[in-house]
């Protein structure tokens, strides 16, 4: 692909997503406006994420849902999403917070030389065009000892979209010291449904 295609391509993601904004939320998973949703979602993330207040970078943010759960736990959060209309209601979303959003892209998000202790990424990397390059230089942007939170999954049967844990497990593994994955999908309280794809979390240390 040359760079003027994947420039055409990456303009007209980001005006897909810019059409979607305004009803993204309307999805139990995205919005977390169920009160038992937003608690499972709460509670995952409490567990994923380090115990002490800390740098997190949620990158493909969206509207900020998650980055609201975690700077509700006490982290600060640095969230980063390519759709500018997704970008300005995350803003909404977490004025008054510890929490700055950018608009960018998610397999290079700017940055500069800031630090974190995890990077938080739900249903993202599966789309990018080079998911290897775009771990490899995350991990650049972890403090040593920090970690990965990835969500992902595969979705659909005729034609399925995504990426298998198993793949997912050996991109990461050249790059981390420690790697854990967790089956999501059979956990209906996270998806507001009962769901039969592959979804999980892998949790990985560097």
Not at 25 to 53: Q, T
Not at 154 to 167: L, M, N, Y
Request: net charge negative; proline share 6%.
């Amino acid at each position: 692909m040359t760079r003027e295609n994947t420039h055409t391509v990456a303009a007209t993601a980001q005006e897909d997503w810019d059409a979607r904004a305004a009803a993204f939320d309307d999805e139990p998973d995205h919005g977390l406006r169920d009160p038992e949703v937003r608690a499972a979602w709460a509670d995952r993330l409490r567990a994923w994420l380090p115990e002490h207040p800390a740098d997190v970078l949620d990158l493909g943010c969206g509207t900020g849902s998650l980055s609201l759960l975690a700077v509700g736990q006490g982290h600060r959060v640095t969230g980063v999403d390519r759709s500018p209309a997704m970008a300005e209601r995350a803003r909404t979303k977490l004025a008054g917070h510890t929490a700055t959003i950018l608009c960018g892209d998610a397999a290079a998000p700017p940055v500069g030389e800031e630090r974190f202790d995890a990077v938080l990424v739900r249903h993202v990397l599966w789309a990018l065009p080079d998911p290897a390059a775009a771990l490899r230089h995350w991990r650049t942007l972890l403090r040593p000892g920090g970690r990965f939170v990835l969500v992902e999954g595969v979705w659909g049967t005729v034609s399925p979209v995504g990426i298998p844990s198993g793949r997912l497990v050996a991109l990461l593994e050249p790059l981390v010291r420690q790697v854990r994955v967790e089956q999501l999908s059979g956990h209906s309280r996270l998806w507001g449904k009962e769901v039969d794809d592959e979804r999980y979390a892998v949790v990985a240390t560097v």
